[in-house]
């Protein structure tokens, strides 16, 4: 079982829609949890860093984390075609040094 | 601007070929990583290093190696490239190595081993 683990997609939704990506995780001790958007051709960037449980938000981009359940989401409003990307969910213990990726979710949002 | 740079951004190479992909970030970061990203698999370490002269594997280092003389360099070295390592690589750096740094990722180099 991986450590993360992320719905590949492909994810496709009309402009406008609200788009929740999801990830799971397995390591309790992971308290550090961060999106990464990836486009085309590019490096990662990163979106949101949020540590331990609860809400972040940026714009359009809602971060929730739920420590309970082991379960991470990034909330997208309005969605836009500029959003269409592969995004990447990812994780660190504290005190560690190893970020630890999801396989990422490749999202089209359609005009 | 703050970035990662890498070099080249396609590589086309034979099995056996030795090659150097560079990593140069400006931000004076002290971590420094390296990952190569496949289908289905997402991101995987293949070394890291904690500042200069400090180097250490990590989830995928067979075949690689990895030189940090200098805080903003970081080259990865394919000794005697594989088909296997056909793959898309990123260079990342952050201030420091953990806590509260999250990684800046260079736009990567896409590699091909025949």
């Known amino acids: 079982q991986k450590e993360v683990e992320q719905d590949p997609g492909p994810l496709s939704v009309p402009e406008g829609a609200i788009v929740s990506l999801n990830c799971t995780y397995s390591?309790?001790?992971?308290?550090?949890f961060m999106w990464y958007r990836q486009y085309s051709r590019k490096g990662p960037e990163l979106l949101m860093y949020t540590y331990s449980s609860g809400n972040k938000e940026d714009g359009r981009f809602t971060a929730q984390v739920d420590k309970s359940s082991k379960y991470i989401s990034l909330f997208i409003r309005d969605s836009q075609p500029s959003d269409s990307a592969t995004y990447l969910c990812?994780?660190?213990?504290?005190?560690?040094?190893?970020?630890?990726f999801g396989a990422g979710t490749r999202l089209f949002v359609k005009a | 601007e703050a970035q990662v740079t890498q070099n080249p951004r396609y590589l086309i190479t034979v099995t056996g070929k030795k090659l150097t992909v560079t990593c140069s970030q400006n931000?004076?970061?002290?971590?420094m990583s390296w990952y190569r990203q496949d289908p289905g698999l997402g991101l995987r370490q293949i070394y890291y290093?904690?500042?200069?002269?400090?180097?250490d594997k990590g989830d995928v280092p067979e075949g690689y190696k990895v030189s940090r003389k200098e805080k903003r360099n970081f080259p990865l070295i394919l000794e005697s490239p594989s088909p296997n390592q056909t793959s898309l690589y990123f260079c990342?750096?952050?201030?420091?190595?953990?806590?509260?740094?999250?990684?800046?990722f260079g736009n990567g180099t896409r590699l091909t081993v025949t």
């Open positions: 390591n309790s001790a992971f308290q550090y």
């Open positions: 990812a994780m660190r213990s504290a005190g560690g040094f190893k970020t630890i």
């Open positions: 931000m004076n970061h002290e971590y």
């Open positions: 290093s904690m500042n200069v002269e400090v180097t």
């Open positions: 990342a750096s952050s201030l420091f190595p953990g806590n509260n740094s999250p990684l800046h």
